[in-house]
């Protein structure tokens, strides 16, 4: 049973910068799509926007409200994947939650971004 432990968030102003990592126990890390999902406040869990996704460190795809403000990464070795969120902005307040998108697996306790002055 795989699971996630997401961790990293936190309060920021607008304009700056966090890096969220979750670490994937089970094995498999390495052949698995992972995506970062984020949850805003008030959305319920079916609403969830997959906001960026990683198959390789060379092949990434982002959500258009994200694009060039954030970069997903990944470290097979320590089955960990990264999200390096620069540029935040008020909107970007949210439960932030890593996955598969390809073959989901029961979801983390993920964890608080808020971006506010």
């Known amino acids: 049973q795989v699971q996630f432990v997401e961790s990293g968030g936190g309060l920021v102003q607008p304009g700056g910068s966090l890096r969220l990592s979750c670490t994937v126990s089970g094995s498999g890390f390495s052949m698995y799509v992972m995506g970062w999902y984020r949850q805003a406040p008030g959305q319920q869990r079916e609403q969830r926007e997959l906001?960026?996704?990683?198959?390789?460190?060379?092949?990434?795809t982002y959500a258009e409200s994200v694009k060039g403000r954030f970069t997903i990464s990944r470290d097979n070795a320590k089955n960990t994947v990264y999200l390096q969120m620069n540029s935040l902005k008020p909107e970007d307040t949210a439960v932030y939650y890593c996955?598969?998108?390809?073959?989901?697996?029961?979801w983390g306790q993920g964890t608080q971004v808020t971006v506010s002055s």
């Open positions: 996955n598969r998108p390809l073959i989901p697996g029961s």
């Open positions: 906001v960026a996704r990683i198959i390789d460190n060379g092949r990434t």
